[in-house]
């Protein structure tokens, strides 16, 4: 059974810190990451996805993956009331078609 | 350019009916995926289809459940004989082709009520 593990938070950050959300993942053999926004009601949003080992930067935010230690992270920094929102982190694993399997999510509150 | 279309947004149905979902993919994308989120939880997959062709219905339960996407029209997820634990978001995702599941997107969803 492919796992996806997330804090489920609440995670609650004041204004214009550094928001870290994590995610771990059971199989060496995934692919490729992605991070996904969620308001309440709404649909998935994609926020960021990676393949390499390493650091990706866009804008405010920035997703991390250590494929040795099967983690990956999304930092928002300057978070903003609006980043308020669950968190999804979904994973792609090797063989297992296109289907993504998800954790169940972070909720984050960045409090004014 | 119109995205993933879902309706209806809502659907009631009583125990025992049967629930009909339809998902227009966005223009181009010929692969779609359904997915159902149930309170509190996160999205599960349930089937990836392209046309006319179930590429990987692992996530199906094995009762009540089908799904369709045929050469025209849209893709359509079948739910018979609801029961309660059928309560929950289904959500659609479309993508162009294979290996572009970096480009999912996804529909706005049908929220699912069984009474």
């Known amino acids: 059974q492919k796992e996806v593990e997330q804090n489920s938070g609440p995670l609650s950050v004041p204004e214009g810190a550094i928001a870290s959300l994590n995610c771990t993942y059971s199989d060496r053999g995934s692919q490729s990451f992605f991070w996904y926004r969620q308001y309440s009601g709404k649909s998935p949003e994609l926020i960021m996805f990676?393949?390499?080992?390493g650091d990706k930067e866009d804008g405010r935010f920035t997703a991390q993956l250590n494929k040795a230690s099967q983690y990956v992270s999304l930092l928002i920094r300057d978070s903003q009331p609006s980043d308020s929102a669950t968190y999804l982190c979904a994973v792609n694993f090797q063989g297992g078609s296109e289907k993504l399997v998800f954790g169940k999510g972070t909720k984050l509150t960045v409090n004014p | 350019n119109a995205g993933v279309m879902q309706n209806p947004r809502h659907l009631v149905r009583r125990r025992g009916q049967e629930a009909r979902l339809r998902c227009s993919p966005m223009?181009?994308?010929?692969?779609v995926y359904w997915y159902r989120q149930l309170p509190e939880e996160g999205l599960k997959f349930m089937v990836y289809l392209q046309k006319e062709n179930i590429i990987d219905e692992s996530g199906m339960p094995k009762e009540r459940f089908s799904a369709e996407f045929p050469k025209e029209g849209p893709s359509i997820l079948r739910i018979q004989q609801v029961v309660r634990g059928d309560s929950a978001a289904y959500f659609c995702?479309?993508?162009?082709?294979?290996?572009?599941?970096?480009?999912?997107?996804f529909g706005p969803g049908t929220r699912l009520t069984v009474l």
């Open positions: 995702a479309s993508s162009p082709r294979r290996d572009t599941v970096h480009e999912q997107f």
């Open positions: 223009k181009g994308h010929s692969h």
């Open positions: 990676i393949y390499s080992n």
